[in-house]
């Protein structure tokens, strides 16, 4: 019994903390690369890259549910925050 609540708390931090900081990092790699992608400006890049963190932080929020383990969500959340990571760190060193 104790082992599942600690599962469920688990989901729970995941799925408001850990989305947080994979959603931050998504869009803010997305506003840096968006520029030197596709050309638009930077405000229209910030725009957009704030109106889709919405909808990924839902979809990282449900999906951390969704996954078989707690552990393994964990471990999604960590490897979607380090290439996100490595996205943002290259659009800063092009950009």
């Known amino acids: 019994m104790l082992r599942y609540r600690l599962s469920v708390l688990s ?18 790699a997305f506003a840096l690369a968006l520029p030197w992608v596709t050309g638009a400006s930077r405000a229209d890049a910030v725009m957009l890259a704030t109106m889709l963190s919405f909808a990924v932080y839902t979809m990282v929020a449900l999906w951390v549910f969704c996954v078989r383990t707690a552990l393994r ?22 950009g």
């Open 11 to 28: 989901r729970v931090v995941a799925a408001s903390v850990g989305a947080y900081a994979v959603t931050s990092l998504i869009s803010a």
């Open 73 to 94: 969500a964990w471990i999604g959340l960590g490897c979607v925050a380090v290439a996100a990571g490595l996205v943002l760190l290259g659009a800063r060193v092009l």
